[in-house]
């Protein structure tokens, strides 16, 4: 009997941009993933709405430019729906303020449209855990305007590397992927302001944000 993943078991995602060919190229690489399928897909924020009521997907990638009803109002709307709504912003940008809406509105993550494949697989299991995602580099275009205090999450995870721990354990320790602690620790360096583990956890012990018996 062949060794597949039931649909029962894989992320189902719905899909939301105007724009036909990126909703063709996102729901192609989503469906290429043994742990995942796109359940629907919509072309404005009032389809979106729909889709979300009638499918309830695991995770929902959703662009912030769109007809009739913009990215944000549809953040808004689908956590007012469901307040366990896992929303992933996949959008083109100029300045921080649309991401820090999204953000604000709701949304576990934001990623450029010119993302990797690979990133945008990453988020997408990441935000289906109930995590956030955010790359270094949209971090730093949201200097000032979000903050850069470091989630519970991540003080969770500065604590156990401070006591060793691999990724591996960290991710048993944490119930996550190995995939998620790797992201964890990547916005750990990045608002720490270092660049291994060790600058991590003295920096963090040094400002008192974790401390170590």
Same mark, same amino acid.
Do not use: W
């Given at each position: 009997?062949?060794?597949?993943?039931?649909?029962?078991?894989?992320?189902?995602?719905?899909?939301?941009?105007?724009?036909?060919?990126?909703?063709?190229?996102?729901?192609?690489?989503?469906?290429?993933?043994?742990?995942?399928?796109?359940?629907?897909?919509?072309?404005?924020?009032?389809?979106?709405?729909?889709?979300?009521?009638?499918?309830?997907?695991?995770?929902?990638?959703?662009?912030?430019?769109?007809?009739?009803?913009?990215?944000?109002?549809?953040?808004?709307?689908?956590?007012?729906?469901?307040?366990?709504?896992?929303?992933?912003?996949?959008?083109?940008?100029?300045?921080?303020?649309?991401?820090?809406?999204?953000?604000?509105?709701?949304?576990?993550?934001?990623?450029?449209?010119?993302?990797?494949?690979?990133?945008?697989?990453?988020?997408?299991?990441?935000?289906?855990?109930?995590?956030?995602?955010?790359?270094?580099?949209?971090? !730093?275009? *949201?200097?000032?305007? /979000?903050?850069?205090?470091? @989630? =519970?999450?991540? &003080?969770? +995870?500065?604590?156990?590397?401070? %006591?060793?721990?691999?990724? !591996?354990? *960290?991710?048993?320790? /944490?119930?996550?992927?190995? @995939? =998620?602690?790797? &992201?964890? +620790?990547?916005?750990?360096?990045? %608002?720490?302001?270092?660049?291994?583990?060790?600058?991590?956890? /003295?920096?963090?012990?040094?400002?008192?944000?974790?401390?170590?018996?």
């Amino acid at each position: 009997m062949p060794n597949t993943i039931s649909s029962s078991k894989k992320i189902r995602v719905l899909l939301v941009d105007d724009h036909v060919i990126v909703r063709m190229g996102m729901s192609f690489a989503v469906n290429n993933q043994p742990d995942m399928q796109v359940v629907a897909q919509a072309q404005d924020g009032i389809e979106a709405i729909e889709m979300y009521r009638l499918h309830q997907p695991d995770v929902v990638i959703l662009d912030l430019r769109m007809p009739k009803r913009n990215g944000i109002e549809t953040i808004i709307l689908m956590r007012r729906e469901s307040s366990g709504a896992r929303i992933l912003v996949v959008s083109n940008y100029d300045a921080g303020d649309e991401i820090t809406a999204a953000i604000q509105a709701g949304a576990r993550g934001f990623l450029p449209k010119d993302t990797s494949v690979d990133t945008l697989m990453a988020a997408i299991r990441c935000v289906n855990e109930g995590e956030e995602f955010m790359p270094p580099e949209v971090g !730093k275009r *949201l200097s000032g305007r /979000l903050s850069s205090q470091l @989630s =519970t999450r991540e &003080i969770e +995870v500065l604590t156990l590397l401070g %006591k060793g721990l691999s990724n !591996k354990e *960290l991710g048993s320790a /944490l119930n996550v992927t190995e @995939s =998620t602690v790797k &992201i964890h +620790v990547t916005h750990i360096f990045s %608002k720490l302001d270092v660049t291994d583990r060790t600058q991590a956890v /003295l920096k963090a012990i040094k400002r008192g944000i974790i401390h170590m018996e």
